[in-house]
């Protein structure tokens, strides 16, 4: 039954992903819907009890997709080393949301924030993927990536996290010492991780109209600074810490023994 489901269903899952087509619709309205229903409903729950018992589950939960999903495909003989490593942006923030879920820190709060609410949601909205429901890589397209955006909507909603100031310039730091990182790994698995090496094939005009590399890395580089401006604004007329360190000195006792 495994067989069949995995493996005889995959050779029938072939037909072509249309962004903003009827599936790509129905995606995002069912996301939307779900977030904003289990959210209401999560802000009538005492926030203590949430981060105790709530956030070990999500980390379960997130382990779980990052494992699954791989073992999906190598059942289908569709694993590749140069795509389904945990290393593209929504990877790597995964592996780092579990961290913070099970040991909060601010620092990685203040990258995770952007790093998510920005790869994540664009991985929805114009997501790089070549075949359409009902295959394996529809739902592990859509389904890890509205998890994080959930997860990270959680914090800001619930727990009532805030990227400190100064948080813009150290998420746009850590995003590019990371690109660094990837270089090597990019050379060895003749890989695309971050889309160092060439522009992700999208149907959507504005990726459809960058240059040829290396001169799209700049405008990306342009591009997510000031996205990463954008996403801070909610919060500049909220009181909160000058810096991170003002933060650190905002937090009781055991907050700071959370960091």
């Known amino acids: 039954m495994l067989y069949h489901l995995i493996i005889v269903n995959y050779r029938r899952m072939k037909r072509a992903f249309t962004l903003f087509g009827f599936s790509h619709f129905i ?107 009902p295959s394996a890589r529809y739902f592990s397209m859509f389904l890890p990536h509205s998890l994080l955006v959930f997860i990270m909507l959680y914090l800001l909603l619930v727990q009532k996290n805030k990227p400190a100031k100064g948080s813009v310039l150290h998420a746009f730091t850590a995003l590019n010492i990371y690109a660094i990182f990837l270089i090597p790994i990019n050379l060895v698995t003749k890989g695309n991780y971050l889309f160092l090496v060439e522009i992700p094939v999208v149907d959507f005009g504005p990726v459809e109209w960058l240059p040829e590399w290396p001169w799209y890395l700049l405008i990306l580089e342009i591009f997510f600074i000031g996205l990463y401006r954008l996403l801070y604004q909610p919060f500049t007329t909220a009181q909160q810490p000058e810096t991170y360190e003002e933060q650190q000195d905002s937090l009781s006792p055991e907050q700071r023994y959370l960091e």
Not at 35 to 51: A, C, G, R, S
Not at 64 to 93: A, E, K, Y
Not at 115 to 124: D, E
């Open 27 to 133: 995606a995002l309205s069912i996301i939307t819907a779900l977030m904003v229903f289990i959210l209401v409903k999560l802000q009538t729950v005492d926030p203590e009890k949430l981060k105790k018992r709530l956030n070990p589950l999500l980390a379960v939960l997130i382990l779980t997709q990052v494992t699954m999903w791989r073992i999906i495909f190598l059942f289908q003989n569709d694993f590749s080393l140069t795509n389904d490593l945990p290393f593209h942006l929504c990877g790597i923030s995964q592996i780092l949301l579990i961290v913070y879920l099970i040991k909060p820190n601010k620092k990685l709060f203040n990258v995770l924030y952007y790093w998510i609410m920005s790869g994540s949601t664009l991985g929805v909205i114009i997501p790089d993927l070549k075949l359409d429901f």
